[in-house]
């Protein structure tokens, strides 16, 4: 298992893999797992060769569970195409995992034993509605599951404000839910808003009121704008301003050689 040794250290960029629909899912068709280990080694590659600090590989599978659960099928296709990034990539670059909508349980039994770092987790704390119902975490059984697994190593990185999680119910606080995710253990949080000047104030009120937590960037970012909202967080995850063409293609370099010197120049 991986140490996510970026994490808090520099303006980590995280690249995101986008996986097709995976075995055991609705929409899986013939094929696409041999196409998604393919180009997830591929992007992997493409994001290690052009500087990013690691990738999440994220499932699309179009249609999800809402509670902590997948099909071992599903969470066996994850735990491959993971171990086969790592031994395509270098020690330092480290791998998420994400399996939708929020399977922590199985995103955790697949990066401990494929080579992931991390865990991008859409719900620790709370609950949020999704386009399948509504999604509620379950902090205390997912822990204790991390722990029989002896995957404490495992770092979280928890939506407390973004592009999956929205708190449902009486309205709190984004820097409140980072309090709470930070009570039971993630190591970071994610926000993301298409506004500037609104996603920047996330940023500093989870800062404010939370100080020394590592804040990333959910999504919004691109190469024209990622030096104004990478300003005062800590990293990002980034996807489609590196692809190739619409959305899910494949990673560009180059796009990525452009995108991580763009943030590199903040630490200097």
């Known amino acids: 298992m991986r140490n996510f040794e970026s994490l808090g250290k520099k303006k980590a960029v995280i690249g995101l893999v986008h ?15 041999e196409r998604s280990l393919e180009k997830a080694v591929q992007d992997a590659r493409a994001l ?6 690691g990738c999440l590989i994220q499932t699309v599978d179009k249609v999800y569970p ?7 099928v ?26 939708m909508w929020n399977a ?37 059984a997912f822990l204790n599951y991390r722990r029989a697994i002896g995957a404490q190593g495992l770092k979280l ?22 309090r709470m995710a930070a009570m039971v253990g993630a190591d970071a949080v994610e926000v993301a808003h298409a506004d500037e000047a ?10 404010a009121a939370n100080p020394g937590l590592t804040v990333f960037l959910g999504g919004f970012t691109n190469h024209e704008n990622v030096q104004r909202r990478m300003a005062e967080a800590d990293g990002v995850f980034v996807g489609s301003c590196l692809e ?12 990525v050689r452009r995108y991580v010197e763009l943030v590199r120049q903040l630490e200097r």
Request: aromatic share 8%; glycine share 12%.
């Open 104 to 140: 922590l349980s199985a995103s955790a039994a697949a990066a401990r034993v494929a080579g992931g770092s991390f865990l991008r987790c859409t719900a620790l704390v709370g609950c949020t509605e999704s386009p399948f119902g509504r999604v509620e975490a379950n902090p205390l």
């Open 244 to 255: 190739k063409g619409r959305w899910g293609s494949a990673v560009d370099v180059e796009k």
């Open 66 to 72: 809402i509670q902590d659960e997948a099909d071992p």
């Open 198 to 207: 609104q996603n920047a104030a996330l940023v500093r009120d989870i800062k």
């Open 157 to 178: 990185v928890a939506e407390v404000s973004g592009m999956h999680f929205h708190w449902a119910g009486e309205p709190k606080p984004a820097a409140e839910v980072a």
């Open 48 to 53: 290690y060769e052009g500087g990013a600090d």
């Open 19 to 33: 996986l097709l629909p995976m075995p055991g899912t609705p929409f899986f068709q013939e094929g696409d797992f």
């Open 74 to 99: 599903r969470t066996a296709g994850v735990a491959v195409i993971t171990h086969a990034v790592a031994q395509a990539t270098g020690e330092d670059f480290q791998i998420g995992v994400q399996i």
